[in-house]
């Protein structure tokens, strides 16, 4: 469960993260029926139909997953394009790879010295 440091909002306990992204959440959609009952009858409207496109609902942007049974979600400000529900793209450490041991100390002083 989270908490704004800000405001003190209370986000529900059944929003957990997803492993492989950084901005992005999941739950079981019948966990929500008890949580957040709104939100769950407009997502058993959607799975019944069928309708698995991403939809916005206040802040946040909604996917229903194939299966139609875990939803995720991602706030607008944290989405590729503000319209799905894909992340942005995470920096590349290519430029960083290191070849040998030898010029591991010479790239990782490089690193350094770019972040002041």
Request: proline share 4%; with cysteine; aromatic share 10%.
């Given at each position: 469960?989270?908490?704004?440091?800000?405001?003190?909002?209370?986000?529900?306990?059944?929003?957990?993260?997803?492993?492989?992204?950084?901005?992005?959440?999941?739950c079981?959609?019948?966990?929500?029926?008890?949580?957040?009952?709104?939100?769950?009858?407009?997502?058993k409207?959607?799975?019944?139909?069928?309708?698995?496109?991403?939809?916005?609902?206040?802040?946040?942007?909604?996917?229903?997953?194939?299966?139609?049974?875990?939803?995720?979600?991602?706030?607008?400000?944290?989405?590729?394009?503000?319209?799905?529900?894909?992340?942005?793209?995470?920096?590349?450490?290519?430029?960083?790879?290191?070849?040998?041991?030898?010029?591991q100390?010479?790239?990782?002083?490089?690193?350094?010295?770019?972040?002041?």
């Amino acid at each position: 469960m989270r908490e704004c440091p800000c405001c003190g909002f209370m986000d529900s306990p059944v929003w957990r993260h997803v492993r492989q992204r950084i901005y992005t959440d999941y739950c079981r959609v019948d966990d929500l029926e008890n949580w957040e009952p709104e939100l769950y009858a407009l997502l058993k409207d959607k799975v019944k139909s069928r309708d698995f496109k991403d939809f916005t609902v206040g802040k946040y942007i909604y996917h229903i997953c194939k299966g139609g049974v875990i939803v995720q979600r991602i706030h607008i400000n944290d989405s590729r394009d503000g319209k799905t529900h894909r992340e942005p793209e995470q920096e590349k450490l290519r430029n960083y790879r290191i070849v040998n041991p030898a010029q591991q100390k010479l790239v990782f002083s490089e690193m350094m010295v770019g972040d002041k």
